[in-house]
């Protein structure tokens, strides 16, 4: 478990931890919103398929208390840089923090890792959520693109 002791706006403790044999069905059916479809995969299930077939990835469960309501996954890229990627909230439980609890905890987590390794990641630059959230932690852009997606990098420090 990755637990970085942050609440959501509701108190519950927001936790990261492995796909498992008990959890990866509640994982697998997180959807977010329908017209949040432009940007990610209608369901959690295709990000747990990929990082199933790939060896770059590794999907996490999001818990807010006892319970799984999103998706998140991280992985190392040829050059050392950790990326985050497959954040979704599930859509009945956006707006409550846990999006933001969520990250924070596994960019904190990735900057403990040995190597001193940027933290990136790529969003659409019409996704205003997403663009908002990751400002506001600290995300700034690198410059480059992926497909048509701005990728940005935590500054440090935050
Ligand atoms: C982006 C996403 C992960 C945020 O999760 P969340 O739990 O709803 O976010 P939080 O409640 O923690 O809010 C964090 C910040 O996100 C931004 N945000 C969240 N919802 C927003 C909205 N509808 N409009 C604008 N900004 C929004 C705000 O900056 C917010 O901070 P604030 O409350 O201090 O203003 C969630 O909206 C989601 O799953 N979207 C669909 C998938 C997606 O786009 N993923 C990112 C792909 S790169």
């Known amino acids: 478990m990755i637990d970085s002791g942050l609440l959501d706006g509701d108190g519950r403790p927001v936790t990261l931890r492995a796909v498992d044999d008990d959890n990866w069905r509640a994982v697998a059916d997180v959807a977010p919103r329908d017209d949040q ?4 995969a209608a369901l959690a299930a295709r990000y747990l398929l990929l990082s199933d ?3 770059v990835w590794t999907s996490l469960a999001v818990y807010a208390g006892p319970d ?3 998706h998140v996954m991280w ?13 979704v909230i599930d859509a009945s439980q956006q707006g409550r923090g846990v999006g933001r609890a969520a990250v924070r905890t596994l960019t904190d987590w ?22 908002r959230l990751y400002t506001s932690l600290g995300f ?5 693109h992926e497909d048509d997606e701005l990728v940005v990098e935590l500054a440090d420090p935050r």
């Open 37 to 40: 479809r432009t940007w990610v």
């Open 53 to 55: 077939r790939s060896e």
């Open 68 to 70: 799984v309501v999103g």
């Open 110 to 131: 990735l900057r403990r890792q040995d190597g001193g390794h940027p933290v990136r990641l790529s969003y659409h630059p019409d996704n205003q959520a997403a663009a």
């Open 75 to 87: 992985g190392v890229d040829d050059d050392g840089s950790r990326w985050l990627g497959g954040m």
């Open 140 to 144: 700034r852009p690198t410059g480059a």
